[in-house]
């Protein structure tokens, strides 16, 4: 189903590349060409029949084909990674959330300290991103960087349903 591959492509903004080939699979046969810009827009036209000179028609379908998602911004000598955010999404539900990171799609988790290395008065406050790290289960920087690079893109890891 196209609205299942459609919700499960990855496509943070930035890398939509899965998302807009995906697209361009699907619309191919019924457009007269197509380009891609600087910024990654697919930009398709559809020549119209003029069924009248004197009212021809012109139609724009727009949409967003991108994601909110996360990038690596450094790696952790404990082989955790740094990130920012891409898009606006609130720090508070960040904390446990699953993740893809990378072309690979290599797994891992956006975690924080153990709960008894919070003090007290941190522990009911909402965690700052900068303060969160994704967990890939490297055990240190060399093993994380065989996995993932800075600049990889990490999407939430989400199904259809």
């Not at 991103?129 to 939430?156: H, M, N």
Request: hydrophobic content about 40%; some cysteine; overall charge negative.
């Amino acid at each position: 189903m196209l609205l299942e591959a459609l919700s499960n492509a990855r496509g943070v903004s930035g890398k939509e590349d899965q998302v807009r080939d995906l697209i361009l699979q699907e619309i191919q046969d019924h457009i007269d060409e197509h380009r891609v810009d600087a910024l990654g827009n697919l930009l398709c036209i559809k020549r119209a029949r003029h069924l009248s000179d004197k009212w021809p028609r012109k139609v724009m379908i727009a949409a967003h084909m991108d994601e909110i998602g996360l990038i690596i911004t450094g790696i952790n000598k404990n082989g955790t990674l740094r990130f920012d955010k891409v898009g606006g999404i609130d720090d508070r539900v960040l904390l446990s959330k699953q993740v893809l990171v990378g072309e690979d799609a290599v797994p891992g988790v956006i975690g924080y300290r153990p709960i008894h290395l919070i003090p007290r008065d941190e522990r009911d406050k909402a965690i700052e991103a900068d303060k969160l790290a994704v967990d890939i289960g490297a055990t240190d920087e060399e093993s994380a960087k065989e996995l993932v690079s800075v600049g990889d893109y990490v999407s939430f890891r989400t199904s259809f349903a």
